[in-house]
């Protein structure tokens, strides 16, 4: 098995020192030119020597894979060995319904995985279809793929990054990053060399990587690696080496499956031990009708069909399932590692604290993303716009955000923005205070533009008013606007000199430190007014120098990416069905903080609480001290496996994180035996999607995310992971109660033809209590139907109030289940058929009654035999609705009675058709005792009934005992509506 993090991290090529080193240099190793580029002999040598810039291992969909995948389990094995055998004895009727499961089976399974697959096949797309390349002093525009290292390109605003590049030359460039290191705010990039081999890569602030996207500004760079070389390259390298692993349910399945194959050639090895090795035809049918009766033919149909409604339940809840297994993953989960932005948070910036001179508080911005409508409150007491605009120092701070500012919004609510998204922010937040652009320039226009600068990290703007020569400055920028503040403008419009004011600077400093603590980006807002005749010359004239300087401080603007609404209640559901929550995000810690608190995923534990924090201690064992749970990547990567597993709790938190960084948290929560599920949108998280016990992976995210996952959300919202855990949870809940239902029916028949061996013919032949035929109406006519009823059971109440189970399938309980409701049904319809020999019928057995259709000698044989097959039928049906709650007692609404007796309408058609289909197969000549070998009742359905009840007595019984001695972790009383 390969390690992905040794993929990731080792071993280190070239590339890898590429931001320590000058272009020059970089340059000079791949023998380039800055100018001229490559010429075109060369680059053709070096796409023969390195191959096309393309990851490997993404091709078409192979639907010969899916249908192997759909095939390749032990209950398929189990049933294609039966199948041959019967053919072989020439049992032509048992060998045609096994291959129509067979091929039912699969072909449900099949369609179901490949339609997904063919979806996400539709989604993907070429990351960069060209590239601007300069080749002998030219540029050109080629394919993405025929880019080679030492190739100069050229790129602006919008492009898609083709390669890894070396910066060489920026203006004002800064790229969005977010799909490789999660940061919510694109970088900034700087030509100089960073000196250190540990720097992140998103600190890397003069490279730029494959698939990210040019946000502002332009740049030239060199092309240092391509193709699998590149940093999304090695991600999808690690991920193609990573083996998928069998699911709990598929390996419990298997083992089932296994070992009732042994179970099933023990009997046949009995059956032919009591007929002294006879091998003839009539005990060779018997031992596969007892072998028939161990395995259930119509578990793999409904777990698949099940399975494939809860898919179309999710997709409706905007979840693309690729894999059918995944539901039933969800149900293990303990631990989900989430990425914070837009999965957590909306992936929006947007204005939430404004700060002015004058005032006691921050005035805080409501809204949701885009949307321009929003509320101003302050100390949680609510402000009017209209009497915040009266403020003319706020005033004129929403002006300077609507105006020097170059996005543009069409729609918001509909998402039709474009712009950088800090500006978009501003932007929305001006037409939130009724502000926006649109309505400013009717009075003011733009005349000259300073752009955003990483050198001067300011933006200002001037704008040409109504009155003449009256010329308005607009800046805003980093906390080095404040140096160039002279004045501040108080409530009523007046300024005041604060250039000697130092407490008031200091005030400003402390402030922003604040703002910063809560995870906001914070931008200085400042203005002037001035003239052509005080500067001297045309404003066309005017340097940044003559603009910024002199400037009347406005106020402080706070700037986040907000938390989804659903995301603190869906954290909060979390929490009380036993799931502990991290977030793993690219983002500075100060920000990952504040977006945990407000989540949820961070709470300072009680002092009752503290104590049960301890691993391995019972009680809330999610919530663990604040500090103790957040870490950033550099003071998480460097502990040893055996430092993290000697922490008391994982970290909650952990900012900055690498893809290797994601990967070593999955690993340890696999060795502290946790059941991990990775949500994420970016290439950086591909790595721990792959590796996770679930991979869910977010719709709008990078296609190698997609195909890395067994879920996509395509709302990207962290709240379907809950509505997925919750379903996923009901299906392992339904499976169990069918698996009861069924192989307590195997067991039952099995009771019934173990304990027919011991009646014997005239000829010491066994007779058969059910015939094989029988058998199989009873396991595929009346039992799967309502099995498959008992797989749509809505969920119950306590689904998410309840810790993640762990155990597997086959617990204790689910054993004794099948145990003992398969010896009530095998026993008391055994009793039925000693009973209509016996006490009511003259004992005899006629002879050769498994075979003959002679009524003569086996009516008594043939009238037992219905008698069992009516009892058992009954039985079997009624059981389902016992099994729709396998402790609540059929009289309480959670067990399935009362309100809810009709609620199942799959179950009620089933049971009814289930009861009333067998009775035809009595009385129809031929049929009854041609194919059936049985007879129709008359007194014996007195006796159908009597088994009814007593079923029904024993069942309540033994629930009651299970209730008494077996702790139920909640309340069995009401329904999840």
């Excluded at 992140?200 to 332009?218: F, H, L, P, Q």
Aim: proline fraction near 3%; glycine fraction near 8%; charge should be neutral.
């Amino acid at each position: 098995m390969v390690d992905i993090r040794e993929l990731m991290e080792v071993p280190c090529d070239e590339s890898c020192s590429n931001h320590s080193k000058s272009f020059e240099e970089v340059i000079k190793v791949l023998d380039s030119n800055s100018e001229l580029g490559l010429s075109n002999a060369k680059a053709e040598r070096l796409l023969k020597q390195y191959g096309r810039n393309e990851l490997k291992g993404q091709g078409a969909v192979n639907p010969w894979k899916i249908l192997l995948a759909q095939v390749a389990n032990g209950l398929t094995a189990v049933l294609t060995i039966a199948m041959v055998v019967s053919f072989a004895v020439k049992d032509y009727g048992e060998g045609g319904v096994l291959v129509l499961v067979i091929a039912f089976n699969t072909i449900v399974g099949f369609m179901q995985e490949y339609r997904a697959e063919k979806t996400m096949d539709a989604l993907r797309k070429m990351a960069s279809p060209s590239a601007k390349v300069i080749r002998e002093g030219i540029q050109q525009r080629i394919s993405s793929t025929d880019v080679v290292p030492g190739d100069v390109l050229t790129f602006e605003v919008g492009d898609i990054i083709p390669a890894d590049c070396r910066l060489m030359e920026v203006l004002n460039l800064e790229v969005d990053e977010a799909l490789l290191t999660g940061e919510s705010v694109p970088s900034i990039k700087l030509v100089e060399p960073i000196l250190g081999k540990d720097v992140s890569i998103g600190d890397r602030i003069n490279m730029v990587y494959s698939s990210t996207t040019v946000a502002k500004g332009r740049g030239r760079a060199i092309v240092a690696s391509t193709g699998m070389s590149t940093e999304i390259g090695k991600i999808s390298n690690a991920i193609n080496e990573t083996p998928a692993q069998l699911t709990l349910l598929q390996r419990r399945l298997n083992m089932m499956a296994y070992v009732l194959m042994v179970i099933a050639l023990i009997l046949a090895l009995i059956v032919f031990a009591v007929n002294k090795f006879d091998f003839n035809t009539e005990i060779i049918i018997y031992a596969i009708a007892l072998a028939i009766g161990v395995i259930p033919e119509g578990l793999i149909a409904v777990i698949t069909i099940v399975q494939a409604l809860g898919v179309r339940r999710m997709a409706k809840q905007h979840a693309l399932v690729r894999k059918l297994v995944a539901l039933e993953s969800l149900q293990a989960v303990t631990n989900i590692c989430s990425d914070k932005t837009g999965t957590l948070t909306q992936g929006k910036m947007v204005v939430t604290n404004v700060w002015f001179p004058g005032h006691d508080s921050e005035y805080i911005i409501s809204g949701q993303g885009y949307e321009t409508k929003g509320d101003i409150s302050a100390q949680g007491r609510a402000i009017a716009t209209e009497t915040a605009l009266e403020d003319l120092n706020f005033r004129k701070l929403v002006e300077c955000c609507a105006l020097c500012n170059t996005a543009n919004i069409v729609e918001a609510s509909e998402g039709n923005v474009w712009g950088d998204p800090t500006e978009i922010a501003l932007q929305v937040f001006a037409y939130k205070m009724q502000m926006g652009k649109p309505i400013l320039r009717k009075t003011k226009k733009p005349v000259e533009e300073f752009p955003f600068s990483s050198d001067t990290k300011r933006m200002s703007m001037v704008y040409l008013t109504k009155l003449e020569d009256v010329l308005e400055v607009y800046s805003k920028g980093a906390e080095v606007v404040l140096t160039i503040c002279d004045d501040v403008m108080e409530r009523t419009g007046n300024l005041r000199n604060i250039s000697e004011d130092g407490e008031f600077m200091k005030n400003v400093t402390v402030q922003q430190e604040e703002m910063a603590k809560q995870g906001l980006r914070v931008l200085v807002i400042a203005y002037r007014q001035e003239s052509e005749r005080a500067i001297g010359k045309p404003v066309c004239k005017w340097k940044r120098e003559d603009v910024e300087s002199n400037l009347t401080f406005l106020g402080l603007v706070g700037i986040r990416d907000t938390p989804r609404i659903e995301s603190k209640e869906s954290v909060s559901q979390c929490h009380q069905a036993g799931i502990t929550v991290h977030m793993l995000t690219g983002d500075h810690k100060a920000t990952a903080l504040s977006i945990a608190r407000e989540v949820g995923i961070l709470e300072p534990l009680s002092a009752s609480k503290r104590s049960t924090s301890k691993r391995g201690v019972k009680g809330d064992a999610h919530v663990v001290p604040m500090s103790s749970s957040v870490m950033t990547a550099t003071e998480f990567d460097p502990l040893s496996e055996k430092e993290v597993d000697a922490l008391d709790e994982l970290p909650l938190v952990i900012a900055r994180c690498t893809p290797s960084t994601k990967v070593r948290m999955i690993d340890a929560l696999h060795r502290r035996k946790k059941y991990a599920a990775m949500t994420g949108d970016g290439v950086n998280d591909a790595p721990s999607l792959k590796k996770a016990d679930v991979g869910i992976a977010m719709g709008a995210g990078s296609d190698v995310a997609k195909t890395s996952s067994e879920i996509v959300l395509t709302d990207n919202n962290f709240a379907t992971i809950v509505q997925a855990v919750a379903e996923g949870r009901r299906i392992f809940s339904n499976i169990k109660k069918f698996v009861v239902h069924l192989l307590s029916t195997n067991v039952g028949q099995v009771i019934v033809l173990l304990g027919g061996l011991a009646f014997k013919d005239g000829s010491g032949m066994s007779v058969f209590p059910l015939s094989p035929v029988q058998i199989l109406f009873l396991n595929l006519i009346t039992g799967t139907p309502p099995a498959m009823a008992l797989g749509i059971e809505r969920a119950s109440s306590t689904v998410m109030q309840v810790r993640p189970y762990l155990k597997g399938l086959f617990t204790n309980e689910l054993i004794a289940d099948i145990l003992v409701y398969g010896t009530f049904t095998g026993v008391l319809a055994l009793l039925n058929w000693v009973l209509v020999i016996y006490a009511f019928g003259n004992g005899d057995l006629g002879s050769q009654c498994n075979t003959s259709s002679n009524l003569g000698a086996c009516v008594t044989v043939f009238r037992a035999r219905a008698t069992v097959q009516m009892a058992f039928t009954w039985m079997i049906l009624f059981h389902a609705y016992n099994c729709r709650h396998l402790r609540a007692s059929l009289f309480t609404t959670e067990g399935g009675g009362r309100s809810r007796f009709f609620a199942n309408k799959l179950m009620v058609a089933s049971v009814f058709l289930g009861a009333v289909v067998p009775v035809p197969t009595l009385y129809i000549p031929v049929l009854n005792t041609g194919i059936f070998k049985q007879e129709g009742l008359t007194w014996e359905w007195i006796l159908v009934g009597i088994t009814m009840v007593v079923f029904f007595l024993l069942s309540e019984f033994y629930k009651l005992l299970k209730r008494r001695f077996i702790t139920t972790p909640y309340t069995m009383t009401r329904v999840r509506k």
